[in-house]
C-alpha cells in the first residue's frame, strides 16, 4: 500500500483528530489521539494515532509513560529523537503545572505544602533524588539545589554538599526531600541515619533542618511531623 494510505491527511476531515480537537475541544479525544496530535506524523506503514497507541500498549498506562525517558519511548520503532523530545517535554509541561510551578518561590508553612509542589515533579522518576530546600526567615523559597541521584547513602549525601548553598546564599533554615521510586514512603534505616547527620550538621553551622520530607507515589512522609526531627 502506498505510503499516502496511512497518513491522517487522507483521512475525512471530521475524523481528523486535530480538527476535532478545534472543533469539540481536546477532552472528546481519546489519550492515542491525543498523544497522535504530539508526535505529528506516522511512518510508512503507521499514523501518528497507531504510535500512540503502541507507547500506551507498551507501558500500560499513561501516568506509566509519563515517567519514561526520552530513550525508553524511542524502544517503540517510529518514534525517533525528535517525537521522544517532544513528548519528554510535553509531560514535563504537565508535571510543572502540577506542582504549582507558576508559583516561582512558594512559602512552604507545612509538609503538606512541599509535596503539593514536588509530587507532581518527582513521583514519575525512577531513581532517587535528594534535593535540598533553602528558605529564608518567611519559610519562602530561596533556592533548589539537587545533591544527588541514585542510590541514597552517607557517602553520597554529605553534610558540605548539602549546606554549601545555605552558607553562600544564606540560607535561615533548609528542608530535605528525597523520592522513593518504589512508591513506598516509609524512611529506610539509611533515611533516619542520614537524618541525624544533616540534622546535627545544620546545629553546628546554625541553619536548622525544618524537616525531610520522603515523597512516593501520591504519598508523602515527614519526619518532623513524625517527631523524629
Known amino acids: 500500500m502506498a505510503e499516502s494510505a496511512y497518513r491522517i491527511t487522507r483521512w475525512p476531515k471530521q475524523e481528523r483528530p486535530r480538527e476535532r480537537l478545534l472543533d469539540d475541544g481536546p477532552q ?15 511512518t510508512v506503514k503507521k499514523t501518528a494515532i497507531d504510535l500512540g ?35 519528554s517535554a510535553a509531560f514535563e ?3 510543572r503545572v502540577q506542582s504549582g510551578k507558576d508559583t516561582d518561590k512558594p512559602t512552604f508553612k507545612k509538609s503538606s505544602d512541599v509535596a503539593t509542589h514536588y509530587l507532581p515533579l518527582l513521583r514519575d522518576l525512577r531513581k532517587e533524588v535528594f534535593k535540598v530546600l533553602l528558605l529564608n526567615r518567611a519559610n519562602r523559597l530561596v533556592k533548589e539545589v539537587s545533591v544527588s541521584e541514585g542510590t541514597l547513602d ?3 549525601v554529605h553534610p558540605r554538599d548539602v549546606f554549601r548553598e545555605a552558607l553562600l546564599e544564606p540560607a535561615a533554615a533548609v528542608i530535605l526531600i528525597h ?31 525544618l524537616d525531610h520530607i520522603i515523597l512516593a507515589g501520591g504519598a508523602h512522609r515527614s519526619l518532623a511531623d513524625e517527631g523524629l526531627i
Request: aromatic fraction near 2%; proline fraction near 6%.
Open 28 to 42: 472528546h479525544l481519546s489519550e492515542a489521539e491525543l498523544l497522535g496530535i504530539l508526535i505529528g506524523k506516522g
Open 53 to 87: 497507541r503502541e507507547l500506551l500498549d507498551r507501558y500500560e498506562s499513561l501516568p506509566r509513560l509519563f515517567s519514561r525517558s526520552p530513550s525508553e519511548l524511542m524502544l517503540v520503532k517510529g518514534v525517533g529523537s525528535a517525537k521522544a523530545a517532544v513528548l
Open 93 to 95: 509541561l504537565v508535571r
Open 154 to 156: 552517607a557517602s553520597i
Open 179 to 209: 523520592n522513593h521510586p518504589s512508591g513506598n514512603p516509609s524512611p529506610s534505616e539509611e533515611d533516619l541515619r542520614i537524618t541525624r547527620q544533616l540534622v546535627e550538621a545544620g546545629r553546628l553551622l546554625g541553619i536548622k533542618v
